[in-house]
């Protein structure tokens, strides 16, 4: 099993930044990748950014140059920062866990972000 906690959401005016965390603690597989999704209001979830433990992160073509994914894996902590922040960016931001091979994906329970205009 994994744990995944996030931290790092709250409150900010449109323009400014945020850096989350996430910690993941249990079994984890030397070799993974975490990521970030995030769902707003009356929308599906979406992917965010990916990173594997090799370092190799990924990011959705609209958030290129605006968000940054990173990693410590000493710590087993991934990292999402957030620059230049929208309106259209509120939402429930989470946090998964996918050791490779593949078994299962952990989520973990998300953490609020809101943008205000």
């Known amino acids: 099993q994994v744990q995944l906690v996030e931290s790092g959401g709250g409150l900010v005016q449109a323009g400014g930044s945020l850096r989350l965390s996430c910690v993941a603690s249990g079994s984890i597989a030397e070799i993974n990748t975490m990521g970030w999704y995030r769902q707003a209001p009356g929308k599906q979830r979406e992917l965010v950014a990916t990173?594997?433990?090799?370092?190799?992160?990924n990011y959705a073509d609209s958030l290129k140059g605006r968000f940054t994914n990173s990693r410590d894996n000493a710590k087993n902590t991934v990292y999402l920062q957030m620059n230049t922040l929208k309106p259209e960016d509120t939402a429930i931001y989470s946090c998964?866990?996918?050791?490779?091979?593949?078994?299962?994906?952990?989520w973990g329970q998300g953490t609020q972000v809101t943008v205000s205009s």
């Open positions: 998964n866990f996918r050791p490779i091979p593949y078994l299962r994906t952990y």
């Open positions: 990173i594997t433990s090799g370092g190799s992160a």
